[in-house]
Structures are given as C-alpha cells and as structure tokens.
C-alpha cells in the first residue's frame, strides 16, 4: 500500500536531481559522460560484475556456514583467495590491456567471471574446500580484470 507513494517520491527526486546536474557547472557526475557508449557499457558492466560479485559472496558465505558447519570466522577466512585473486587480476589486467586491448580483456573477464560463478552449480555440501578455495580465486581473478 505504501510502495506506490515511496515510488512515485523515488522518480521525482531522481528527476530532480538529474535535472540538478545536468545544469550545475560542476557537476559530481557529467552525465553526457554516458553518451559514449564505451563508457555506459562498460559502467553498466562492471556495475553487472560487481553485483555478480557481492551477491556470490553473501550467498558462499551462507553456504560455507550452513552446508559445510563453518563459523562465521572460518567462512570470512575461507574467502582470503578473494583479496589475492583481485590484487593478480587487477595488477596483470593492465599490463594485458597494453598488449591486447582494453575490449578484450573486459570482455575475457566478464566471460570468465560468468563461467566462473556457473560451476557452482556443481557444488555439493560433502566436497572439500580446495575447489572452493580455487573458486574464490578464479572468480575474483576475473573480476580483477
């Protein structure tokens, strides 16, 4: 009953706010930055793979607690490959966008990151946590790209 006004208060003030910048001299976003469509796809990408990301994360965690008996310790340490898969994809991404372009390695890790985080419907509560470990790794390796 109250969603329709919550709503309809959402669109004015998202209407007014986009009105706000598309007429300040400064503004904190130029939005004809999304007339490029490089940049809106690629935004709109990332933004994808993000949520991909964060979504996978809240949901393993819920699997390492319930399925596989982990502490709520054990599972956040379970997910350490994370940090290390980010800091490889992100620091040989760029020297790979040098040499093949930038497209193509965005692409490669948007395609791998969507392979990556399929397999886990292969996941059963009974197997060990070494491909679960590999998994964190590999998706946030695809992520870093």
Do not use: H
């Not at 109250?2 to 598309?22: F, G, H, I, K, S």
């Not at 310790?73 to 898969?85: D, K, Q, S, T």
Request: charged share 15%; proline share 5%; net charge neutral.
């Amino acid at each position: 009953m109250l969603d329709v006004p919550v709503e309809t208060l959402e669109l004015a003030l998202r209407d007014n706010r986009l009105a706000w910048e598309l007429r300040a001299a400064a503004p904190m976003l130029d939005l004809s930055l999304f007339r490029n469509p490089r940049f809106s796809i690629g935004s709109a990408s990332i933004s994808f793979a993000s949520f991909s990301l964060f979504g996978a994360i809240f949901v393993l965690t819920q699997f390492l607690q319930f399925a596989k008996d982990y502490s709520p310790l054990e599972a956040g340490a379970a997910m350490v490959p994370i940090a290390f898969g980010l800091m490889v994809g992100a620091t040989r991404s760029t020297k790979a966008a040098e040499k093949v372009g930038t497209k193509r390695v965005v692409a490669a890790g948007l395609i791998g990151l969507g392979a990556t985080l399929s397999t886990t419907l292969l996941w059963t509560s009974d197997m060990p946590y070494w491909p679960i470990g590999l998994w964190f790794f590999g998706a946030a390796l695809s992520m870093g790209c």
